[in-house]
């Protein structure tokens, strides 16, 4: 079934630590896109990628890294995890060649520092 | 930038008609969706307006104003189901962010919807 995929699940990480988020969509949609969910806060974008090889910054990129090496796959990086990148990371991708460039999310990733 | 506001929460009765507003602020305005959320699960394309008017698509539709920044989410025959968290976000057109010709999306907080027996 296509779509969007993304590990782990949940995790609980120590803080400090380094973590990767994985996304890979099998749609061969152009863009692809990495938001956080807080309480209160709504969807908030982190990084962006309109295409293989390039990257861009969202509302809220501190903290966090990204690379597109290729269509399918867009990982997460925090480098050195802080207690309040506690959250629910959202990958999405779409085809920004359609009309309507609608993005489409995977499951979702919990995750807790601590 | 961009201000989008909508109701944090309403509840609503099954088999009845809830409208969920979204008022927005941008400069380049591109597009508004409507996507749907249940709990625990990821958001869920619902519609997409970008001309004035009414887009109906079974118990959902949704209306869009452009002058008045403004939109809705109508839905009919309320079922349990309907439950849910209920996302407004608004496409901006040309730069965003640090970005380059790309469109970004600019998501409200949502509205939880509670359908009630």
């Known amino acids: 079934i296509a779509g969007i995929t993304q590990a782990p699940t949940s995790q609980i990480l120590a803080a400090g630590r380094r973590m990767t988020l994985r996304c890979t969509q099998d749609?061969?949609?152009?863009?692809m896109y990495w938001y956080r969910q807080d309480l209160g806060l709504g969807l908030r974008l982190i990084h962006y990628?309109?295409?293989?090889?390039?990257?861009g910054k969202g509302e809220v990129p501190d903290g966090y890294s990204v690379s597109r090496a290729n269509t399918d796959d867009f990982p997460l990086t925090l480098a050195s995890a802080v207690p309040s990148q506690t959250s629910v990371y959202f990958c999405?991708?779409?085809?920004?060649?359609?009309?309507?460039?609608?993005?489409?999310f995977g499951p979702g990733t919990r995750l807790t520092v601590l | 930038g961009q201000n989008i506001d909508q109701p944090t929460e309403m509840t609503a009765t099954e088999g009845a008609i809830v409208q969920i507003n979204c008022t927005y602020q941008?400069?380049?305005?591109?597009?508004l969706f409507w996507y749907q959320q249940h709990a625990g699960e990821a958001p869920t394309f619902l519609s997409y307006n970008v001309l004035d008017g009414l887009e109906e698509k079974g118990r959902f539709s949704s209306f869009l104003s452009r002058s008045k920044g403004y939109s809705y989410l109508l839905l009919k025959e309320l079922q349990m189901k309907d439950s849910a968290s209920y996302l407004c976000?608004?496409?901006?057109?040309?730069?965003?962010?640090?970005?380059?010709?790309?469109?970004?999306?600019?998501f409200g907080k949502g509205t939880k919807l509670s359908v009630i027996p």
């Open positions: 999405a991708s779409s085809s920004q060649g359609e009309a309507t460039d609608t993005q489409y």
């Open positions: 941008t400069s380049g305005f591109n597009g």
């Open positions: 990628s309109n295409t293989a090889g390039t990257t």
């Open positions: 749609m061969r949609h152009n863009a």
């Open positions: 976000a608004v496409r901006e057109a040309g730069e965003a962010y640090s970005g380059a010709g790309s469109y970004q999306l600019t």
